[in-house]
């Protein structure tokens, strides 16, 4: 494993420490109906699992929110969302809650086809829950981000499925929500011993090179109306997160941008409404992204 990949590691490890203690700090919302653990892949693999919440006293089919955790494409499971998850289907929303496995053991078209093997698990048993078919969103935060972008992407370009490899769901998105989503995985010099451990060895010359930023996926996908959220302390993704904003509107979709300046004087950091979804800044921007999808569902 080279010096490089290590100290990523390391990194990763440090941030489990500080996400494992924020989510302890955190309490649980009541009220809330949980099936969890359920695998959507059928291999036995640990992280091919997601969990369904809706509110208990469900009496009706509800809008559907589907969620990707990040963590760099390396670190976390569908435990480190949990708590948004249930804040949000606290909010009235039936909300899937996906894991998947990580690198290195498996790279991002690995990652990519099991997100897309999830989306079509969940096509095929929203019956078995109270869901509105017609009314669902994607969303993901940070590589999560990316992930759920991409998964926009694949659900509406035959192309991309082709050069990925993935499976092909009956799904329509009503809207997408991304949390400072990476938008650009070409990286360049130190970089690409991370890029070559997310994407192959022989990523250059694998047919998903020329699809590995936003920006060359674009112009072959559609996308529905997307809100992005992003805030000035978000030293990972602020630039990113602008970028495919415009690189969104520029195809006509319609675009929602929260970029949250300083909150109370204060600079919030990366994927502050995920972490924190019960902080007075994470419920805001909860709140505006939920009335975006609101104007779509029917």
Not at 29 to 35: D, M
Not at 134 to 159: R, V
Not at 235 to 257: F, H, P, Y
Not at 264 to 293: C, M, Q, R, T, W
């Amino acid at each position: 494993m080279s010096v490089f990949f290590s100290i990523s590691k390391a990194f990763w490890k440090t941030v489990e420490k500080s996400d494992a203690k924020n989510i302890a700090s955190q309490t649980e919302p009541e009220g809330i109906k949980r099936i969890c653990d359920i695998p959507y892949f059928g291999d036995g693999h640990p992280m091919h699992l997601l969990d369904v919440y809706y509110p208990e006293d469900a009496a009706h089919a509800l809008p559907v929110i589907i969620d990707i955790h990040g963590g760099g494409w390396m670190y976390g499971s569908k435990e480190l969302n949990k708590i948004y998850c249930l804040n949000l289907a606290k909010r009235g929303f039936t909300v899937f809650n996906i894991s998947y496995p990580l690198v290195p053991e498996v790279t991002v078209y690995d990652q990519l086809r099991d997100v897309m093997s999830a989306l079509d698990f969940i096509s095929l048993h929203l019956d078995d829950y109270p869901c509105s078919k017609e009314n669902i969103m994607l969303t993901g935060d940070s590589a999560g981000g990316m992930l759920a972008s991409y998964a926009a992407a694949l659900l509406t370009s035959e192309k991309l499925r082709g050069v990925f490899g993935t499976a092909a769901p009956a799904m329509k998105l009503k809207t997408l929500l991304l949390t400072s989503p990476v938008a650009s995985a070409k990286n360049k010099g130190i970089m690409s011993v991370y890029t070559t451990k997310m994407w192959g060895k022989n990523y250059k010359s694998a047919l998903g090179f020329k699809y590995m930023n936003f920006d060359e996926i674009a112009p072959i996908a559609e996308f529905p109306p997307t809100c992005l959220i992003t805030s000035s302390g978000d030293s990972m993704a602020l630039k990113q997160t602008r970028e495919q904003a415009d690189i969104l509107r520029n195809k006509g979709v319609d675009v929602l941008l929260l970029d949250f300046p300083k909150y109370d004087g204060v600079n919030l950091p990366h994927v502050f409404s995920v972490l924190a979804s019960e902080s007075k800044a994470g419920k805001e921007a909860i709140e505006k992204a939920l009335a975006f999808y609101a104007k779509y569902i029917n």
